[in-house]
């Protein structure tokens, strides 16, 4: 039996971290015990919080915990939901109570922990994850990294498993780190039985795909700002790193560390990752070819945009608009007979 304990923040918590690992456990319990592999459940799963009850969504849903963190002396599983990230610093601030708890359970009772979405910022702020691999949501790993730069942020990552501490990308990826565990933990039959029975697509490793650049203009660098507005305006044209220095009046190696510094990307980095996000909405929306697109988007060698699209989508270009553009989708429904 694996005594697991699904934290419940106060609040701010995402519903379906809570509710979706307790069906996928228990639909493994009554898978294990159908099949003669146990007698008595083998996940014993607890809600566990820092009070008895929660509400969240102004009122619409409310949880009750079966336990608190005060009342759990030992538990071999902690899994971290994510909480809504329009108010994510204030809930990290709302929830520290139970930092030192996973810490201690941890260090005494050597309990793996995982954390969904965006509960890698709850798992980063117990220190468990310094220097090791994490994910998160798309979304928020600009503000991870600054906020936690001794974590290793791999950003396109489904999920991450090292050392007994596990995270998952964003959104319903969570379910993947839940197969991922009922693999570990029961076998590679009881993870397919799960994924069909809740059409969960098992093995899913890349992220990259549903990401959506939006560059980093949270900063007091003026220049740095106008330098993004600049790259974002001109999609079409050849940048270079020296022109858009000189173009500001700064030295080429100031330019490049300030660059960093303010937007967690090198300029040429930022170059390019605008430069594949336009290319994914034509991809997405229009019927031109490939090459058309990669002209639009200031590239003329095919090879060179292939490697870098599938470098930061990790599609390559065709694949991406096969699946993406509803079109192509359409016309492919109605030719298969």
Partial sequence: MKHVSILVPKNNVILSNVVGPFKVFSAANEFLKQTGQNQVNFFDIHLVGLEKDTVLYNGAFSIHCDTTIDEVQKTDLILI????????????????????????????????????????????????????????????????????????????????????????????????????????????????????????????????????????????????????????????????VEKLAQKYAISRRNFVRRFKKATQNTPLEYIQRVKIEAAKKNLESTQQNINEIMYKVGYADQKAFRLLFKKYVGLSPIAYKSKYNRSISTIEKTTVW
């Avoid at 600009?142 to 942020?153: D, H, I, K, S």
């Avoid at 396109?156 to 596990?166: C, L």
């Avoid at 570990?184 to 969960?200: M, P």
Wanted: negative net charge; proline residues 2%; aromatic residues 10%.
């Fill in 81 to 240: 939901p994510a909480v809504k990230p329009d108010s994510l610093l204030e809930s990290l601030e709302e929830n520290t109570g139970f930092i030192p708890w996973i810490r201690r359970q941890r260090s005494q009772n050597n309990a793996e922990i995982g954390s969904m979405c965006m509960g890698a910022f709850t798992l980063a702020q117990t220190g468990l994850v310094d220097g090791k691999q994490c994910s998160t949501h798309w979304a928020g790993m600009e503000l991870f990294r600054q906020l936690y730069p001794q974590v290793n942020l791999i950003s396109n990552k489904i999920v991450t498993d090292e050392d007994g501490i596990y995270t998952s990308g964003g959104a319903y990826s969570f379910l993947n780190l839940i197969l991922h565990l009922t693999e570990k933990y029961c076998g590679r039959e009881v993870a397919i039985y799960l994924s069909k029975l809740f059409e969960i697509e098992i093995d899913r490793e890349d992220q990259n795909q549903f990401a959506i650049f939006k560059g980093q203009k949270n900063h007091e660098d003026d220049a740095i700002k106008e330098a993004q507005v600049f790259i974002e305006d001109n999609v079409s044209k050849k940048i270079s």
